[in-house]
């Protein structure tokens, strides 16, 4: 039975296009001479139901080539007679206004010699013409579908771009009679195409090309084709994707020819089970068939299309006709015994497809000579695999399959959104080398290149719909996607993807889109989606009931999606879902369409986010947001650097900053160090320890097909970082999903054994390295022969106590003498002076043989340079009482001086700032150097806590008895609930304070809240009156936030507030009025300040710890090389650390940085040893070196946190508000001759869940009571100790010697 005429309306279709091709809802117009002056809003760019005129109907991606045999050779297209080229240079005219555009440029006369040029490919912005947007969640014009009203300065910018090319119609094309089409592979946002003036049509969509046919109006000679592109227009509105707003034409445009009977469509299906089903179309061209008439079909492996012998099968396609211009053709081959797709091993298959010239030929006239056999063959490549739903598990072949994604847009930081196919093909090399196996295109499809880089060398793919209305919102009675009037945008889109990427056999799943909200439209997607191909899943992040999303819960899912795909989902919930579902076969499985926000110095956690993965079965991977950095290249003052949002335009053009830099790799693909993190989290071989002291251990295949016959596994043992035995094991045959056992041979006790004498004494950590590699280059060069897929490393025992060689230490064992004066204290012991600062008890000066190694003082350090991730959960607010901790320290009493055996230390108590909190240090000074030793201790419990500028506090109003508030996304102040949440945090800014100085009665202060919150940011404003009049409401609208509006005055009078105090807020204008809570919750400005309603509590939840727990120094021109024993050799953090292994280390000081787009913390290095930072005379430094060495560390930890960079430390750090930065972009800090160096004993980890709002996970915070004890030495070294021959071995002795670790 046919469907009724009220499901294929469901389907978005008329019973007449939904039997043959999918339904484009267009107005269509016969073709029109010239160009009618029309008001632009009359026109069908602003109606959202007009996506399309004239567009020829979408179809698979293929060329037809007009012998079989440059179908075969897969021939550049240059190669055939039927395809003309039109890159390149196109005449240009850009405007500022929407539809302005010069009179008649369409007519083949017009004078075009008045115009610029323009690239094609490119975009407008990069090329000269108006200047690059970027805005994440907002539109850059004002929310009002379909209308566009610009936000900047100028409501009117809408930029328009004329286009005209010429060229001379191929004379065989036109004798032959051959239909020619114009292919426009894709343009922003929407064009009008015209022919010698006549008008071809109007397209929409800017991520799919548009084909106009130009056989009626194509003619001998000269023919002119013109464009006119508008930047944007109601489609606009569906494009609001988290990226640059580029325009113009982006993807590659040229002329084919087609004889007039010719292949329509063709439609492949090769399933695991070996069977090829091929449907194709044929355009007659209103001729009649000849009785017989059938298209010839070869398959053959790939790379052997031209091997008769190699042909897997050979069948015919017989043609049915259909109507006068239709014939169809539907087959079924048994392929036999092939080898299926996975990316793993991606094996394919060419599919050659040809239309006999006999088979075309039909009616009163034979066609013209073909020079062959056929009119036109086809290549089409296939991959024989089924993707499938079983019992809560996404099955390919028959097995649960686990993918390890990436979300990548189509960028290039020179070309924008033109992408050559050389830059896809390195982003796929780079994946495959990082061991991911799947992609999404998000968020629109890709450029038909990269799904056949992704066929060929294997990468899943999610093929997603260039749908995202992310501005609009999400609600039911907002969202675009549930509005009848975008219905056929909606579809078209969707149909329009699946039309031209059927064939492709790695995508594996179809998304309607991103977070354009849900609904109507949506549904009639899925349900068309479904219908149409149901040989693969179909999934949607916002199908659910919920408008919006939650980190923590899981939502309720909607019926339009067939797996549960959340973005952006803790941990917590991953186990929580587990828990609820692993044993379930109704549940949806769940894999994180976006997870792991790797904006700037990210994605800690990815650990534990694969450990859940590896666990449980119903949870099968995610995909990273995102692949790659937008940044722009730009140079500026001589610095060349990666520019974001907010670089561009006039004042007051929309941005969001730096919000478009989320990548693993920065612009130019050099990898971000989270890149390296990913790859081990994800590597597809993991090791379990079975017995290390025999070298047992346990492999696991992870892969999901294949076995580990194509890797080499190789072993070291490193004594001290350095390798001293190691070895191949015997090839392994471990299956896909099993596990094997392996030995290693480890050599006898002791180790010491291995090493040379000068060396044996002092080393005490042996390590074990497995690493599996890759015994030849992977098929096509996925991988090169060598390439490491994984690695794991584990601590060994020690040996037996060895008796510590003692290490040559220069210097004399003379007592040291001192100075204590009344500003300083100087202790010399030999060659070395050291001073510490009475004032600050701080050591402020080392000298060696007299030349000064301090450019400034050791100092305590509490702060870390602000991550992307730390601005989004308002850490710098929260934790802003620590910014200046470190810097304001001061002792309880002058330092004492205390001599000992050959050395004097120094110590003093430290108070912390006004936080309460300890830190006792003491320096002591030998020949052999300084030790400098520290104990934290954290608040003191005792007494209410203080309340300190930037803190979070909460107000709970005496009278009402409920906190004060603001609701997400409103501005109203009110008093709803007494619980403490988040959202009610109040922060208390006084006016002229550092953060974390004591707030006083009759402090000036704002109080803020955050009021809106989106992924690119918290918006946070200060409250204030409405009007100057008394009972006005209170309003968080206040800018800037931190403006003082309120004097804060204490109940119980003079001195400083704290946790419980009764406070009254008095409006600071002098009006007279103070804050109050009414009985209905609502919050006024009242006349008066003695009532009830104007008391609250001023409660203080928590007060934070400390971001870092450590010192922080500068030493003086000259040191330019760095060596260390601990993890490297990139740099690692307490949630992101898994990635580095255990060694010996050496590079340049300045390549220990790492310059993130925007500059924030970076460079740290996990568990160090010890920290050779080296000298030459000839660069000027004071001595050959100076050994940083850890003494001792906190418990749990081998070693302490250290870094070494050539640029200022504050530059890398911004303040309250990012966009005030002083230094915006990595590339633009200034490398100078000091070196600044931390040690730490604690830094906080580093998040990765979001960048909005999310903190690191509390195991990897540093609490507000936790203490620390810790030591380090700073020793300098002499030039026979410092020189790059000196062993590893040598040093760690030195080290040891001191009593390092």
């Given amino acids: 039975a046919l469907p009724s005429r009220a499901m294929w309306k469901l389907f978005g279709c008329t019973k007449k296009d939904a039997a043959s091709e999918p339904a484009e809802i267009v107005v269509v117009n016969s073709p029109k001479k010239g160009r009618e002056v029309q008001d632009i809003k009359e026109t069908e760019w602003f109606d959202p139901r007009t996506v399309g005129v004239g567009r020829e109907p979408a179809r698979a991606t293929f060329f037809a080539y007009e012998t079989a045999e440059l179908a075969k050779s897969g021939a550049e297209l240059s190669r055939s007679s039927r395809f003309l080229a039109l890159n390149g240079t196109w005449k240009f005219a850009w405007s500022d206004r929407a539809g302005k555009v010069p009179q008649g440029f369409e007519l083949p006369g017009f004078k075009d010699s008045a115009w610029g040029d323009m690239p094609v490919p490119a975009n407008w912005e990069l090329n000269g013409h108006g200047y690059p947007i970027y805005a994440n969640v907002n539109y850059c014009f004002e929310t009002n579908p379909p209308w566009v009203k610009y936000s900047g300065t100028d409501p009117e910018y809408n930029p328009t771009g004329a286009y005209r090319r010429a060229f001379d119609a191929p004379a065989q094309w036109l004798e032959r009679g051959y239909e020619v089409f114009l292919h426009i592979g894709a343009v922003c946002c929407g064009c009008q195409v015209w022919l010698n003036g006549v008008e071809l049509g109007f397209s929409t969509d800017s991520k799919l090309e548009a084909v106009f046919k130009l056989t009626p109006h194509l003619q001998k000679g000269r023919n002119v084709i013109a464009l006119e592109v508008l930047c944007w227009n109601a489609g606009s509105y569906l494009e609001d994707q988290d990226m640059w707003w580029f325009a113009g034409i982006t993807r590659d445009v040229y002329l084919y020819a087609r004889p007039t009977q010719h292949i329509q469509d063709v439609e492949v299906h090769a399933g695991a089970d070996g069977k090829l089903r091929l449907q194709a179309e044929l355009n007659t061209g209103g001729a009649a068939l000849p009785a017989g008439g059938a298209l010839q079909c070869e398959l053959f492996p790939r790379g052997s299309e031209g091997d008769a012998a190699a042909r897997v099968c050979s069948f015919a396609a017989p043609l049915v006709s259909r109507t006068a211009d239709v014939a169809v053709s539907s087959v079924t081959c048994e392929a036999g015994d092939v080898k299926l797709w996975s990316a793993e091993e991606p094996h394919l298959y060419t599919l050659i497809v040809a239309l006999p010239s006999a088979a075309a030929r039909g009616g009163a006239q034979p066609p013209p000579q073909e020079g062959g056999a056929v009119a036109e063959a086809l290549r089409i490549t296939v991959g024989f695999r089924t993707v499938e739903m079983v019992q809560s598990r996404v099955l390919l072949n028959g097995k649960p399959l686990t993918v390890r994604g990436v979300n990548r847009h189509e960028h290039d930081p020179k070309t924008g959104h033109v992408v050559s196919r050389e830059a896809m093909l390195q982003d796929v090399k780079l994946m495959k080398a990082y061991n991911f196996n799947a992609v999404r295109c998000s968020h629109y499809p890709n450029d038909p290149h990269w799904y056949d880089l992704c066929n060929e060398y294997g990468l899943y793919v999610i093929d997603e719909a260039n749908i995202e209305s992310h501005g609009v919102g999400f609600k039911w009675d907002a969202t675009l996607g549930n509005k009848e009037e975008w219905g056929a945008a909606h579809m078209a889109r969707v149909q329009r993807m699946l039309e031209r990427d059927k064939n492709h056999p790695c995508i594996l799943f179809w998304s309607l889109g991103n977070e354009a909200g849900n609904g109507v439209n949506h549904y009639h997607d899925f349900m068309w989606l479904k219908h149409r191909d149901p040989t693969r899943l179909v999934q949607y992040e916002n199908a659910r009931l919920d408008s919006g999303w939650s980190t923590e819960d899981i939502e309720k899912i909607d019926t339009n999606t067939e797996m549960y795909v959340p973005m952006y989902p803790s941990q917590a919930k991953l186990q929580q879902y587990a828990d609820l579902y692993e044993s379930s076969t109704k549940a949806l499985p769940l894999i994180m369409v976006e997870y792991s926000h790797s904006m700037g110095n990210s994605c800690g956690g990815t650990k534990e986010y694969w450990d859940l993965i590896n666990k449980y079965g119903v949870l099968q991977g995610g995909y990273i947001w995102d692949w790659v950095d937008q940044g722009i290249a730009t140079e500026s003052n001589g610095k060349a650097y990666w520019a974001y949002g907010g670089d561009f335009g006039p004042t007051g053009t929309p941005s969001d900053y730096n919000f478009c830099c989320n990548g693993l790799v920065q612009p130019d693909r050099a990898p971000n160090p989270a890149l390296f993190e990913a790859k081990k989290c994800m590597q597809p071989i993991t090791w379990e320890a079975v017995d290390l002291s025999q070298g047992r251990l346990r492999v696991v295949n992870r892969y999901n097909f294949r076995t580990l016959e194509h890797l080499d596994v190789v072993w070291s043992l490193t004594a001290d970082g350095v390798e001293v035995k190691g070895g191949c094991l015997p090839a392994l045959q471990t299956k896909a999903g099993e596990a094997e056992d392996v030995t290693v041979p480890l050599p006898s006790r002791p180790f010491t054994a291995l090493l040379p004498a000068s060396g044996a004494g002092g080393c005490r950590e042996f390590h074990l390295l497995v690493s599996a590699k890759w015994r030849a280059a992977a098929p096509v060069g996925a991988v090169e022969a060598g390439h490491e897929e994984a690695w794991e490393q584990w601590a060994l025992a020690p040996d037996s106590e060895v008796a510590a060689v003692p290490a040559q230490v220069p210097g004399s064992t003379q007592q040291p003498s001192v100075d204590e004066g009344a500003s300083v204290i100087t202790v010399s012991a030999g060659d070395l002076v050291a001073t510490v600062d009475v004032a600050s008890a701080l050591l402020t000066s080392l000298k060696v043989s007299g030349k000064e190694l301090f450019a400034s003082a050791l100092q305590p350090s509490f702060w870390r340079p602000t991550t992307d991730n730390d601005y989004g959960a308002k850490l710098q607010i929260k934790q802003g009482v620590w910014r200046e901790a470190g810097r304001s320290t001061s002792p309880a009493a002058a330092p004492s001086v205390v001599p000992g055996e050959g050395c004097v230390t120094v110590s003093a108590d430290l108070t912390v700032g006004s936080l309460g909190s300890q830190l006792g240090v003491s320096y002591t000074i030998s020949s052999e150097g300084v030790r400098v030793a520290a104990k934290y201790s954290p608040l003191s419990a005792e007494g209410a806590t203080p309340a300190l500028s930037g803190n979070p506090a909460f107000l709970l109003s005496r009278a009402v008895d409920k906190n004060l508030d603001v609701e ?93 105090d009764e406070v009254i807020f008095e409006a600071a204008d002098g009006s007279g009025r103070s804050l109050a809570a009414l009985a209905d919750g609502s919050v006024v400005a009242v006349q008066g300040s003695e009532t009830a309603n104007s008391i609250f509590e001023f409660q203080i939840n928590d007060v934070p710890g400390p971001q870092r727990v450590g010192f922080r120094g500068s030493l003086a021109a000259g040191f330019t090389d760095v060596e260390w024993f601990g993890r490297g050799p990139h740099e690692s953090y307490i949630d992101r650390y898994v990635s580095t292994r255990v060694g010996h280390f050496q590079g340049t000081i300045l390549d220990q940085t790492h310059k993130y787009i925007r500059p924030q913390e970076n460079g740290n290095k996990l568990e160090t040893r010890w920290m050779a930072l080296r000298g030459s005379p000839s660069s000027g430094a004071p001595c050959a070196g100076l050994l940083v060495a850890t003494a001792s560390s906190p418990e749990g930890s081998a070693g302490l946190g250290m870094q070494c960079h050539r640029y200022a430390l504050d530059d890398f750090d911004g303040p309250e508000v990012i966009e005030q930065q002083r230094v915006r972009h990595g590339g633009e800090l200034e490398a100078r001759p000091e070196t600044d160096f931390c040690v730490d004993a604690a830094q906080m980890g580093l998040g990765g869940i979001n960048s909005w709002g999310a903190e690191p996970l509390k195991e990897h915070m540093i609490a507000a009571d936790q203490a620390f004890e810790w030591s380090f030495w700073l020793r300098p070294m002499a030039t026979e100790e410092a020189g790059p021959g000196q062993s590893s071995h040598a040093i760690s002795a030195v080290a040891r010697s001191l009593g390092g670790a």
Avoid: H, N
């Fill in 968 to 1060: 997400v996304g409103q501005e109203k102040v009110q008093a709803r609930y007494k619980d403490q949440g988040s959202w009610q945090s109040i922060t208390v800014t006084a006016d002229g304070m550092l953060p974390g100085q004591p707030i006083s009665s009759g402090s000036l202060v704002s109080l803020a809240a955050t009021t809106a919150e989106t992924e690119a940011e918290l918006v946070v404003k200060g409250f204030i009156p409405t009007d100057d009049t008394a009972g006005s409401p209170v309003m968080a609208a206040g800018l800037p936030a931190e403006k003082p509006v309120w004097k804060v005055r204490r109940v119980a009078g003079e001195g400083e507030v704290r946790a419980g």
